[in-house]
Structures are given as structure tokens and as C-alpha cells.
């Protein structure tokens, strides 16, 4: 399942798994999934997405600036990312321009869980 939650030191994660993604429509699929979530959650989220070989297009971007101001920017309380490299970190930069929830990328799980449950 590309979405799922689970709990790291107390802490309710949202993880948003791209990994298995093959087109751009099952991105776009599982953002959606994903903005659902945190569409019905009744406090903000802590989202973890890993991005490891997928790769981002138009209208993934598109997509995802149009869920942030209808949903998301509201309802994210700190947002993680783990494969960010080449090409994704430009379109990252990109979208944390205009976005004022920054995503923040980060080599490893364990250091992007530590950041999402650090006060």
C-alpha cells in the first residue's frame, strides 16, 4: 500500500511510498491517496514520502502545488523526503519556492524521522 501510517516515538506518521510508482498517473494516484488523509485527519501531519527511483513530471508538480493550497499547506505540521538527488532536487526547489510548507530531504530514514519528531 503506497500510504500508510505508523507510529515512531509517540509520534503518528504518514509515509507516502513512491518507490513502487511506474507511471505518472500512480504518482498523482498515491498524492491523492495520500492528500485524502490528511484531508480527514483531525490534527496536522507528520509525512514522511521516499521518492527512491521515481521519477516527477509536469503534471505530478502540477498536481501537487494545487492539493498544497487546497489541502495540504493547512494540514502539514513538518514534511520529510528521502530520495531527493539530481533532477528531483531542482523541481524540489521549485516547489519549496512556492510552497510554505518546506520539504525538507534527507539521506536516511533514520535521520528524517528524528527531524519529523523533533520539537
Given at each position: ?29 498515491t498524492l491523492?491517496?495520500?492528500s ?6 483531525p ?38 523526503l ?7 532536487k ?12 518546506k520539504l ?16
Amino acid at each position: 500500500m503506497p500510504v500508510s501510517t505508523f507510529n515512531y516515538k509517540n509520534k503518528r506518521i504518514v509515509f507516502i511510498d513512491y518507490t513502487t510508482c511506474k507511471t505518472k498517473e500512480e504518482m498523482i494516484a498515491t498524492l491523492r491517496d495520500a492528500s485524502e488523509i490528511f484531508k480527514t485527519s483531525p490534527e496536522k501531519v507528520l509525512s514522511l514520502s521516499d521518492f527512491t527511483g521515481a521519477f516527477g513530471s509536469k503534471e505530478f508538480m502540477d498536481e501537487s502545488k494545487r492539493l498544497s493550497v487546497e489541502i495540504l499547506r493547512a494540514k502539514t505540521e513538518k514534511a520529510a523526503l528521502l530520495g531527493i538527488t539530481g533532477i528531483k532536487k531542482v523541481l524540489l526547489k521549485s516547489f519549496n519556492a512556492f510552497s510554505t510548507n518546506k520539504l525538507v530531504p534527507f539521506s536516511t530514514k533514520e535521520e528524517a524521522l528524528e527531524y519529523l519528531v523533533s520539537e
